[in-house]
């Protein structure tokens, strides 16, 4: 019985609209009217500003965090139970009860997530993301082939059967969920950062 409430729970916590509270009641605006109508953290900043979409950031990844961390606060002492609860929250940002089933990508949300079970594994894996869209100056680009660089890296160096599960499951979420922006990426008209290698190289070889 209370783990059945910890999912529900965890699924509400995830479902919270961060982007669209912060939208609305602080900038009048709300992230789903333009950009890519999408309520996480890239079209925040897109449309809303760098400091709401900051505040976006930091609020998807806490549901991760905080979502995952139930079984410890209701004192279900099972590390294994953080990851596997996690997930309720990854589901309900995607598909927020709130929005009409609506919802994002849920990477910042599955960041969260990865915090609470283990911090170290957390700061690699934002290191790589920051790495990737620094190189790439794409969002989407930095998810898939993020997530993809930490399952490899969960199976062969963390050896930890259930984070390798969940990371393939997520895995093949993301590139689910992304598989819009894949359609773009080949079409060559997804939507970049204004900064990183490619911004660069891009805006460089407009000017020549």
Not at 34 to 55: D, E, F, K, Q
Not at 172 to 197: A, D, S
Request: aromatic share 12%; glycine share 8%; charged share 10%.
């Amino acid at each position: 019985m209370k783990l059945g409430l910890i999912f529900i729970l965890a699924y509400l916590i995830g479902a919270f609209p961060s982007g669209v509270i912060i939208g609305r009641v602080f900038c009048h605006k709300d992230p789903r009217d333009a950009g890519s109508h999408n309520i996480g953290t890239t079209n925040s900043y897109r449309v809303l500003g760098p400091i709401a979409g900051t505040v976006v950031l930091c609020l998807d990844i806490l549901k991760g965090t905080l979502a995952a961390s139930l079984p410890i606060i209701f004192n279900l002492h099972s590390h294994s139970l953080i990851l596997i609860v996690g997930m309720a929250a990854v589901f309900g940002h995607a598909y927020s009860i709130f929005i009409k089933f609506k919802g994002g990508k849920a990477v910042a949300t599955s960041a969260g997530i990865l915090l609470a079970y283990n911090p170290p594994f957390f700061l690699i894996a934002s290191a790589i993301f920051v790495s990737l869209i620094l190189i790439t100056s794409m969002v989407s680009i930095a998810s898939m082939l993020g997530i993809t660089l930490v399952t490899i890296i969960a199976f062969t160096y963390y050896q930890d059967p259930l984070l390798e599960v969940i990371t393939v499951i997520v895995l093949l979420f993301f590139f689910y969920r992304h598989r819009e922006n894949i359609q773009r990426i080949r079409k060559g008209t997804e939507n970049l950062v204004p900064f990183g290698l490619y911004y660069w190289f891009k805006n460089k070889s407009k000017k020549d």
